[in-house]
């Protein structure tokens, strides 16, 4: 915890939501803290994202953060409290690449349960013209089709939303597309 | 906690996770618990759920537990972790309505930034026949269009999803529907 404005004594260290039972009322094991009592429900998470089209190209950024250090990503990240999914990747994308963005179609929905993912990926354009890197990214830059660099994409997804993109481009009107067939996102 | 199998002490009841702090190398406050440490990071809640047509019918489900009790609703619920959307949405059918569905496509995507939610909702059939109330549900049943009760359902997003199903009828392909104009699931 940071030089804390607000002169809380420090935390204890305990251990926290760490055993597992199942609550009154619930049907599933639930992680609860044996200190205070706190049951943790855990839920899978909202990633929110977009492919960025400028022209023919398509915006990557390289992560300057773990995991994935250094490889190519669509400016995506977990939706916050109280943020539409809209609104989440838009400010995603100036989080990463200094980029404001107008939203086009929901381009995919994609679940990795391994990790308790959802994924939703939306088509997007630049609102205004610049981008820059952002904090958590190393660069951010523009690619042709054929420059992405496929073998230092990040992670699955980008490598699956990067191919709906193309497969999209030009369709008005079509459905979000989902995993591709078999595929799970593990690694 | 119910009798408890693994032997557990009864819990404490501690303050839990209270204090509002911004944790080191984060940017948001979160809730820290002062008796254990314990930071924790809430995230946006998914719903999954499904708009079933049985012929030229919907079913709905009469909720049998709060909140709005006695009122009409979708089968649909919470994501659990480690589950795929569409896994989720079949799970909740067979749950809240003993309906084994098949899904067709995905219908929605509402954000209620209020209580940061995203629902997927997904346009469904029955997989098998048969349906009956499970146990969050009081009664489910078939209802012409006509008869939907539209002032007893139990949340806007109910409303919203039966309108986009009744839109998309007989549409193949068609982008996801959002929240209506200016609509944000508040009440």
Redesign the interface.
């Known amino acids: 915890?940071?030089a804390?404005p607000?002169g809380?004594?420090p935390?204890?260290?305990?251990?926290?939501?760490s055993?597992?039972?199942?609550?009154?009322g619930d049907t599933?094991e639930r992680l609860?803290?044996?200190?205070?009592?706190?049951i943790?429900y855990?839920?899978?998470?909202?990633v929110v994202g977009s492919v960025v089209a400028v022209g023919d190209q398509v915006m990557l950024c390289r992560r300057a953060i773990n995991p994935r250090k250094g490889f190519w990503t669509l400016p995506a990240g977990?939706?916050?409290?109280?943020?539409?999914?809209?609104?989440g990747a838009m400010r995603e994308a100036w989080e990463e690449a200094r980029a404001r963005i107008a939203l086009d179609?929901?381009l995919a929905?994609y679940?990795i349960?391994?990790i308790?993912q959802?994924q939703?990926i939306f088509r997007a354009r630049l609102a205004e013209p610049g981008f820059s890197a952002g904090p958590e990214s190393e660069e951010v830059a523009l690619f042709d089709w054929d420059a992405i660099p496929w073998s230092d994409l990040a992670f699955p997804s980008v490598h699956w939303a990067l191919g709906h993109f193309r497969e999209t481009r030009g369709l008005e009107?079509?459905?979000?597309r989902?995993?591709p067939p078999g595929e799970t996102g593990g690694r």
């Open positions: 915890m940071s804390d607000t809380l004594p935390l204890r260290q305990g251990k926290g939501p055993v597992r039972a199942v609550p009154d599933h609860v803290c044996m200190d205070c009592g706190f943790h855990e839920n899978p998470k909202i977990y939706l916050e409290l109280n943020e539409s999914a809209a609104d179609a929901l929905v679940s349960p391994r308790s959802v939703l009107t079509f459905a979000p989902g995993n």
